[in-house]
C-alpha cells in the first residue's frame, strides 16, 4: 500500500468531498475551504459523455488542483478505455486513480497499469454490477468503489442494495485488504449505513456543497461524521 493510500485508511471513517458541484469558478477558495475543514483526499469525478451521459473535467482540472495543494486526489474514471489515459491522470498529480469495472476487458491489467504510472489502483463497481465482475481486479487494487447510485449525476437517492457489495468483496480473495470507498447519495441519513457496514471512505457532493451551511464545508462534515460517532 502507497504512503498517501495507507494515511487514508488511518482517517477512515471519512467524508470525501466530491467537487462536482463545487463553485468551479473559485476553485482556490474552494480547495481553502476544504483544507481548512481537514478533509483527507478530494474526490474528482471525470466523466466523458459516453460511459456515462454526464461531462465534466479532464486532466487539466486535476493538474491545476495538483498546483494548488497537497490533499490526495482520489480520480474517480466515468469513462470509456480508461487505459488510453491512465498514463495523463497520472502525470497530472492523481495518488488513486479509480476505474470502472463496465468500462475495461482487463480491469486486472488496469490495476497494474495505474501502479506503474505511480498512482494507487482503485475498481469501481455501478449498482447493476455484479460483484463478480471486480474479482479478476481485486487482487490488485488498493480501493474498490461502491457507487450506491447510478454513476453520473450528484444529487441522486442512495440505494441501499448496494450495501451487500461491502460483505460481499470483503470475503473474496483480495478483498480483505482494499479500502472500502462509497460514493451517491451520501448524507446524514445514509451515511451510518455505510460505515456500520465497513466502508471507510464515504463520498459526498450534495452533503458538502448543497446545505443550509453554505460555504462553511466544516460544519457540513462535522454533521456528517456526527452521524457516524466521530
Ligand atoms: C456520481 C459521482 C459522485 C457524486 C456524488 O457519478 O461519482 O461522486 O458527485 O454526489 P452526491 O453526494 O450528491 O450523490
Ligand atoms: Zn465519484
Not at 493510500?5 to 473559485?26: K, M, R, Y
Not at 456500520?196 to 471512505?201: D, H, K, M, S
Amino acid at each position: 500500500m502507497t504512503s498517501r493510500i495507507s494515511q487514508l485508511a488511518d482517517a477512515a471513517p471519512a467524508v470525501l468531498p466530491s467537487l462536482l458541484l463545487c463553485d468551479f469558478g473559485n476553485l482556490e477558495a474552494e480547495v481553502k475551504r476544504l483544507q481548512q475543514a481537514g478533509v483527507a483526499a478530494l474526490h474528482l469525478d471525470v466523466m466523458d459523455g459516453v460511459f456515462v451521459p454526464n461531462f465534466t473535467y479532464g486532466m487539466t482540472i486535476i493538474a491545476a488542483l495538483r498546483k494548488l495543494t497537497d490533499i490526495t486526489l482520489d480520480v474517480h474514471l466515468m469513462m470509456v478505455n480508461p487505459e488510453k489515459y491512465i498514463e495523463d491522470f497520472a502525470a497530472a498529480g492523481s495518488d488513486i486513480i479509480t476505474v470502472h469495472a463496465e468500462a475495461t476487458d482487463d480491469a486486472a491489467a488496469c490495476m497494474q497499469q495505474i501502479r506503474n504510472a505511480g498512482a494507487a489502483p482503485g475498481i469501481a463497481v455501478n449498482p447493476d454490477t455484479p460483484v463478480s465482475k471486480i474479482e479478476t481486479a481485486l487482487p490488485h487494487a488498493e480501493l474498490a468503489l461502491v457507487m450506491s447510485v447510478n454513476a453520473g449525476f450528484g444529487g441522486q437517492s442512495f440505494i441501499e442494495l448496494t450495501l451487500d457489495k461491502l460483505d460481499h468483496i470483503r470475503s473474496l480473495p483480495g478483498g480483505e485488504n482494499v479500502i472500502l470507498e462509497m460514493d451517491g447519495g451520501i448524507n446524514s441519513s445514509t451515511i451510518s449505513k455505510c460505515t456500520a457496514r465497513g466502508c471507510q471512505l464515504c463520498v459526498a457532493g450534495s452533503a458538502v456543497f448543497k446545505t443550509d451551511f453554505g460555504t462553511d464545508y466544516r460544519s457540513a462534515i462535522d454533521a456528517l461524521m456526527q452521524e457516524v460517532g466521530s
